[in-house]
């Protein structure tokens, strides 16, 4: 007679002992494959030595102040309180513990998605945001042509500060553009025409042979026209992160952004 407490061609249970190997095999397998996906990416990301008394980013450590930036401190609003951390990088530049307080990196992304970054000078900030001049055949011109959102990175390390800006980019006026290129020097005035920005050169040779032939058809205390394709971009700020190393990691972040109504609010961050 068949037992009905399970069908009849039930398998009898596995014995413990059983089990327990086939987990250990599971187990063994899967260790096995581990190893190999790690031994594949040790070939294909080879680990580079360094050599011996070669720097070592990974040793590299600054410790930071322990006076840190607090609510009660900041203006009203973030181009005030850009203004004051600003004159006071200024300030050290002068003292010569800062190189070009004014140099900031400006990240962009092209139409396809890809960002990109590089250093550029600001010459202008006020109430309506932060501006620089470029060449408008550029790559990062031809970026904001795209997609007008734009970053911008102040990096302060001396006094381990930074200011990191989100905003929208626009060109300047042509009459504002003017007046700033009457201020550059001749020798910058010359350069805005002969770099083809962002363009593939032959040479060093080519660029300064253009850099010459406009310095002999413009000599000094001739004035240079502005070029059609050299601007201005103006970036208004929808945030404004001001950044202060602290001891531990345990840095200050605070934070404005701008609210839908046109205000101002502050969030303190977890550094």
Same mark, same amino acid.
């Given at each position: 007679?068949?037992?009905?407490? =399970?069908?009849?061609?039930?398998?009898?249970?596995?014995? +413990?002992?059983?089990?327990?190997?086939?987990?250990?095999?599971?187990?063994?397998?899967?260790?096995?494959?581990?190893?190999?996906?790690?031994?594949?990416?040790?070939?294909?990301?080879?680990?580079?030595? /360094?050599?011996?008394?070669?720097?070592?980013?990974?040793?590299?450590?600054?410790?930071?102040?322990?006076?840190?930036?607090?609510?009660?401190?900041?203006?009203?609003?973030?181009?005030?309180?850009?203004?004051?951390?600003?004159?006071?990088?200024?300030? /050290?530049?002068? =003292?010569?513990? @800062?190189?070009? +307080?004014?140099?900031?990196? /400006?990240?962009?992304?092209?139409?396809?998605?890809?960002?990109?970054?590089?250093?550029?000078?600001?010459?202008?900030?006020?109430?309506?945001?932060?501006?620089?001049?470029?060449?408008?055949?550029?790559?990062?011109?031809?970026? @904001?042509?795209?997609?007008?959102?734009?970053?911008?990175?102040?990096?302060?390390?001396?006094?381990?500060? =930074?200011?990191?800006?989100?905003?929208?980019?626009?060109?300047?006026?042509?009459?504002?553009?003017?007046?700033?290129?009457?201020?550059?020097?001749?020798?910058?005035?010359?350069?805005?025409w002969a770099s083809e920005q962002s363009s593939v050169v032959a040479s060093r040779?080519?660029?300064?042979?253009?850099?010459?032939? @406009?310095?002999?058809?413009? +000599?000094?205390?001739?004035?240079?026209?502005?070029?059609?394709?050299?601007?201005?971009?103006?970036?208004?700020?929808?945030?404004?992160?001001?950044?202060?190393?602290?001891?531990?990691?345990?840095?200050?972040?605070?934070?404005?952004?701008?609210?839908?109504?046109?205000?101002?609010?502050?969030?303190?961050?977890? +550094?």
């Amino acid at each position: 007679m068949t037992d009905r407490s =399970q069908p009849a061609d039930a398998t009898p249970d596995a014995t +413990p002992d059983a089990a327990r190997q086939d987990r250990a095999a599971d187990s063994t397998a899967a260790a096995a494959a581990a190893a190999d996906a790690a031994a594949i990416d040790a070939a294909a990301h080879p680990a580079v030595a /360094v050599p011996p008394g070669a720097a070592d980013p990974a040793e590299m450590r600054a410790h930071y102040r322990a006076e840190g930036l607090a609510e009660a401190d900041l203006a009203p609003g973030p181009m005030e309180q850009f203004g004051r951390w600003f004159e006071e990088a200024a300030h /050290v530049a002068e =003292q010569g513990g @800062l190189y070009e +307080p004014n140099a900031m990196v /400006v990240s962009t992304v092209d139409a396809e998605g890809r960002p990109s970054s590089r250093t550029v000078l600001l010459k202008q900030y006020d109430e309506r945001g932060f501006v620089f001049y470029t060449n408008y055949t550029s790559r990062k011109a031809h970026d @904001l042509a795209a997609n007008p959102r734009i970053g911008l990175l102040f990096p302060w390390h001396p006094m381990a500060r =930074q200011v990191v800006v989100t905003g929208t980019a626009t060109r300047t006026g042509r009459d504002e553009t003017a007046a700033y290129f009457r201020t550059r020097p001749h020798g910058s005035q010359l350069g805005a025409w002969a770099s083809e920005q962002s363009s593939v050169v032959a040479s060093r040779a080519e660029l300064d042979r253009a850099y010459e032939d @406009l310095a002999t058809r413009y +000599p000094e205390g001739e004035a240079v026209p502005v070029p059609p394709h050299w601007g201005g971009f103006r970036i208004a700020p929808r945030t404004v992160e001001f950044w202060q190393g602290r001891e531990n990691r345990l840095h200050d972040r605070l934070r404005y952004t701008r609210t839908p109504a046109g205000a101002w609010r502050v969030e303190r961050f977890y +550094p």
